[in-house]
């Protein structure tokens, strides 16, 4: 379990901090802590609070490992100043919660078009959602949807979304379109 | 018609809804230019918006959120007394809720095994189990609900415990005739080999056991003083699990399912659902993301071939419609007579079972493997008809011409009525068998009282041995199929070998397996009070043994499986099954004579007579009401109440759909006023 060792290094006014500001229980933020002490080196695992882990050792969780949105998701969630995506446990614990069960769907949809807007420019164009669906389809050249596929498939997505016609997705349409989504709650889920 | 998009950037970014959406996204990274006056004002009412909302509901990093919070904590200490307490108290209300919830997660049955199976297999398959563990619960339920309504006031009865007697009514107007029955029990010299016979076909000591409905002859058990009327409780028992299973999975299946009754376009197959929902962010296994993404290509390849397929069908000539139509007609025909050919052939196989098992069972004490073979008779050919319809569907479909995913559906659709539909013709054939009074045989009691004394327990045993054979062919076939197969798959390289590979794991087909265990579950639980028991044991144990055979035996699909639309599928299968299994327990509850030899019914016509023979005893005002409810003078105006209030909902949906329509339409003028408006203005400028 999650337990033993680790419950003695959050403090735990710390630990029901947390527990206000995300949605994760007492054992998912201490499982998170273990895991995230893990990444970091011997020496620094006393002051695990305020390390901040390479993006390199981040991307080796199993979780992460396998995601093709992997860089997107590292670099949303940190908040480093120097812009190398490197995260603290603080925005470790950010990225679990809103990708927790019991995040809410506005929650999940608002970081769902952060991580989709590849150029971050607030909203989603045709660069944006092209190299959305090559991030689908795999990283070959023979994964790759041709071009008349790929038109034709962005062509459907923005006639299904884009309320106003203006040729892009933003955010008010991507929320409203994804909460008509079945599917999207259960996928967009990581739990460690 | 100016292209989309033509208007500068920067111009847009200025523009107040922009503004507000940079602001929401917050983060210390990106400071927004100082807003202008009437920026400020919109910018403190929405934290005043905001202070309503907890702070972890915003899209913000943790130092932003503490920061939200010391603010609304700061709002907190001007407000009234009352509010305050409110605020309090609701957070501690939620507290509470999140540590009980924390405690019970760890409750939850089989929750390690599914996560794994989660990571390496995605979420379509992870439904499968989580389906599975449904049912394991629903069972278990059920099994509660009729052990400690009917089972454990018999048992305490018979035993006499807490001073317990059994009140037992003579009938009167039932001729003697009718109420003998003995079964065999065990008289003599038993061989070991009996007990195993009598264990797989539900006849000799386990007849007289809890087990089947003849066990049950009591008419009231009296309680020290007080009188617990066990045949209505029986009856409403019955009731009772049929209404809790069919509400539990309504409440499942609206749950994860998001209707859209104002657009027309179907969720499941839309683009954006498989764009943006597509990935599977649990997966953790770089192997079941490589093929993630293989399925992912796949699926948007097809579709996108679909709806080319489809604008050439849009396209076709009369003639062309004329023969598709004819071939569709007859190939309908095709399957009908196949169906016809498959009720029949149970029939006639139920027929014969019954009678050689009657003629060597009741008279003879002698017992001959043969006869085990007869008893499941039945039950090997509703497998071998399940079996092999779908494979006889699925080669038919190619020649109707639809577009794969309807192919899929009508294809599952079929599979899921030949299923379903054994089971009433076995049931049928049954009956038929019981109220077959060739010469006279009936008219004391109605039915067939020499050959079938107790008719309920007889029912009870087929359904019994329905169940131990499906048990016993999901056991056999991982076991002398699946694991052979990969194998052979592995250490043969012989070309035909590979070409056959592996299986993949087949929702729709297991799901189908275990819905008609389910269905045979349902039915028999009302002639054999401790099925559900069974049923819980049987699955419990096959989830173990799909997991294994899912580990070690198969290849993921090629196509990909939607974990909502698997998710609604499944439990619309369920439910066209509950409401199947309605209709023989209804028929024989309410139109077919209970026997008068056993059973808490004795004294009745029907099961159902127990009803209103109670509401007789109540009030004489009571009476009146229950009787006006069911007359015609109350159901008509009810009806009618009934069809306007739909009407009006119907219409109100219809408003509403003409309202959203006209706003979209405003929408897009909106925008493509703001996009002159810019560009007039970029104009102006220079």
């Known amino acids: 379990g999650a337990m033993g060792g680790s419950a003695s290094l959050i403090p735990p006014d710390l630990l029901g901090e947390y527990q206000e500001l995300t949605f994760l229980s007492k054992q998912e933020i201490l499982l998170a802590y273990k895991r995230f002490s893990e990444l970091l080196p011997k020496e620094e695992r006393e002051s695990a609070c305020s390390a901040r882990v390479p993006k390199s050792h981040i991307l080796t969780l199993p979780e992460l490992r396998a995601n093709p949105f992997q860089h997107r998701i590292?670099?949303?969630?940190?908040?480093?100043?120097?812009?190398?995506?490197?995260?603290?446990?603080?925005?470790?614990?950010?990225?679990?919660?809103?990708?927790?069960?019991?995040?809410?769907?506005?929650?999940?949809?608002?970081?769902?078009?952060?991580?989709?807007?590849?150029?971050?420019?607030?909203?989603?164009?045709?660069?944006?959602?092209?190299?959305?669906?090559?991030?689908?389809?795999?990283?070959?050249?023979?994964?790759?949807?041709?071009?008349?596929?790929?038109?034709?498939?962005?062509?459907?997505?923005?006639?299904?979304?884009?309320?106003?016609?203006?040729?892009t997705i933003n955010l008010s349409e991507f929320q409203h379109v994804v909460s008509r989504s079945p599917d999207f709650a259960s996928s967009f889920k990581i739990v460690l | 018609e100016e292209p989309p998009g033509a208007a500068p950037v920067d111009f847009l970014q200025e523009l107040p809804s922009c503004q507000s959406a940079r602001r929401r996204r917050g983060g210390t990274r990106e400071r927004p230019p100082a807003p202008p006056g009437s920026a400020a004002r919109a910018l403190?009412?929405?934290?005043?918006?905001?202070?309503a909302r907890p702070a972890r509901e915003a899209p913000l990093t943790i130092a932003e959120k503490r920061?939200?919070?010391?603010s609304q904590q700061a709002e907190t200490q001007r407000l009234s007394r009352w509010k305050k307490w409110r605020r309090t108290s609701s957070k501690s209300l939620k507290k509470a809720l999140s540590e009980v919830k924390g405690l019970s997660s760890y409750l939850v049955l089989w929750r390690h095994d599914i996560h794994s199976i989660q990571g390496k297999f995605g979420t379509g398959i992870q439904s499968y189990f989580s389906f599975l563990r449904f049912l394991v619960l629903l069972n278990f339920i059920i099994f509660i609900l009729m052990f400690s309504f009917v089972t454990l006031p018999t048992i305490i009865s018979k035993?006499?415990?807490?001073?317990?007697?059994?009140?037992?009514?003579?009938?009167?107007?039932?001729?003697?005739?009718?109420?003998?029955?003995?079964?065999?029990?065990?008289?003599?010299?038993?061989?070991?080999?009996?007990?195993?016979?009598?264990?797989?076909?539900?006849?000799?000591?386990?007849?007289?056991?809890?087990?089947?409905?003849?066990?049950?002859?009591?008419?009231?058990?009296?309680?020290?003083i007080m009188r617990y009327n066990l045949p209505l409780a029986y009856l409403l028992a019955t009731f009772a699990y049929l209404a809790l299973s069919f509400l539990w999975i309504i409440k499942r299946s609206v749950e994860g399912f998001m209707q859209n009754l104002v657009h027309d376009a179907d969720p499941f197959q839309s683009y954006c659902n498989k764009v943006f929902a597509g990935w599977d962010f649990c997966i953790t296994d770089p192997n079941a993301a490589r093929l993630k993404h293989r399925s992912l290509q796949y699926e948007l390849q097809t579709d996108l071939q679909e709806e080319k397929l489809r604008q050439k069908i849009a396209e076709r000539t009369t003639k062309e419609k004329l023969r598709i139509y004819s071939l569709r007609i007859f190939i309908n025909i095709i399957v009908i007579a196949i169906l016809l050919g498959c009720f029949y052939s149970i029939y006639r196989v139920t027929v014969f079972s019954q009678e050689n098992s009657n003629v060597s069972i009741r008279n003879d004490t002698r017992t001959d493997s043969v006869n085990l073979f007869v008893q499941y008779l039945p039950s090997m050919v509703i497998t071998l008809a399940n079996f092999i319809g779908p494979l006889i569907f699925l080669f038919l479909i190619r020649f109707e011409d639809y577009t794969p995913a309807f192919e899929i559906k009508l294809t599952l659709?079929?599979?899921?009525?030949?299923?379903?539909?054994?089971?009433?013709?076995?049931?049928?054939?049954?009956?038929?068998?019981?109220?077959?009074?060739?010469?006279?045989?009936?008219?004391?009691?109605?039915?067939?009282?020499?050959?079938?004394?107790?008719?309920?327990?007889?029912?009870?045993?087929?359904?019994?041995?329905?169940?131990?054979?499906?048990?016993?062919?999901?056991?056999?076939?991982?076991?002398?199929?699946?694991?052979?197969?990969?194998?052979?798959?592995t250490h043969s390289s012989c070309k035909l070998i590979q070409w056959f590979g592996q299986q993949e794991f087949g929702i729709s087909d297991n799901v189908l397996e275990i819905i008609y265990g389910q269905t045979i579950c349902w039915i028999g639980t009302f002639f054999s009070p401790l099925l559900p028991?069974?049923?819980?044991?049987?699955?419990?144990?096959?989830?173990?043994?799909?997991k294994l055979v899912l580990i070690h035996t198969r290849k993921p699909a090629a196509r990909p499986i939607r974990a909502s639309g698997s998710n609604f599928f499944f439990l619309a299968v369920l439910l066209i099954g509950l409401i199947l299994a309605f209709i023989p327990l209804g028929v024989s509850i309410v139109s077919i004579p209970s026997s008068k030899a056993c059973g808490p019914f004795r004294n009745f016509n029907t099961s159902w007579e127990v009803i209103p023979d109670t509401i007789l005893e109540f009030p004489t005002v009571l009476q009146q009401i229950l009787f006006g409810m069911a007359s015609e003078a109350f159901a008509v105006p009810f009806f009618m109440i009934i069809c306007i209030v739909m009407f009006y909902f119907i219409a109100l949906a219809r408003a509403h759909k003409q309202v959203v329509e006209q706003l979209r339409e405003q929408l897009v003028l909106e925008s493509r006023d703001k996009a002159f408006l810019i560009r007039k203005i970029t104009e102006a400028q220079r």
């Open chain 1, 74 to 167: 590292c670099h949303v969630f940190s908040t480093s100043e120097t812009g190398d995506d490197s995260m603290s446990f603080e925005d470790f614990l950010d990225m679990l919660s809103v990708f927790s069960d019991s995040a809410t769907s506005d929650i999940k949809s608002y970081y769902a078009f952060r991580i989709f807007d590849f150029d971050d420019n607030g909203i989603l164009d045709r660069k944006d959602l092209e190299q959305l669906v090559n991030c689908l389809t795999g990283q070959g050249e023979e994964s790759r949807l041709n071009s008349a596929e790929m038109e034709q498939l962005i062509q459907n997505i923005l006639d299904e979304s884009d309320i106003d016609k203006d040729g």
């Open chain 2, 533 to 546: 028991a069974i049923a819980t044991i049987k699955y419990f144990i096959i989830f173990y043994v799909k």
């Open chain 2, 159 to 224: 035993y006499g415990i807490f001073n317990s007697t059994i009140a037992y009514i003579s009938p009167k107007d039932i001729e003697d005739s009718c109420r003998i029955y003995e079964p065999s029990g065990n008289k003599g010299l038993i061989y070991f080999y009996t007990y195993i016979k009598d264990l797989c076909s539900g006849t000799g000591f386990l007849e007289m056991t809890s087990l089947f409905y003849g066990y049950y002859t009591v008419d009231a058990v009296w309680i020290s």
């Open chain 2, 67 to 70: 920061r939200l919070r010391g």
């Open chain 2, 413 to 489: 659709m079929r599979c899921v009525f030949v299923r379903l539909a054994n089971i009433g013709v076995l049931l049928f054939s049954l009956w038929s068998q019981i109220s077959n009074c060739g010469t006279d045989k009936c008219k004391p009691c109605g039915y067939n009282y020499k050959l079938y004394p107790c008719w309920e327990s007889d029912v009870g045993q087929e359904m019994y041995k329905l169940m131990i054979f499906d048990f016993f062919v999901i056991l056999a076939v991982p076991l002398f199929v699946d694991f052979p197969r990969k194998w052979l798959v």
């Open chain 2, 44 to 51: 403190l009412q929405e934290t005043a918006e905001q202070a």
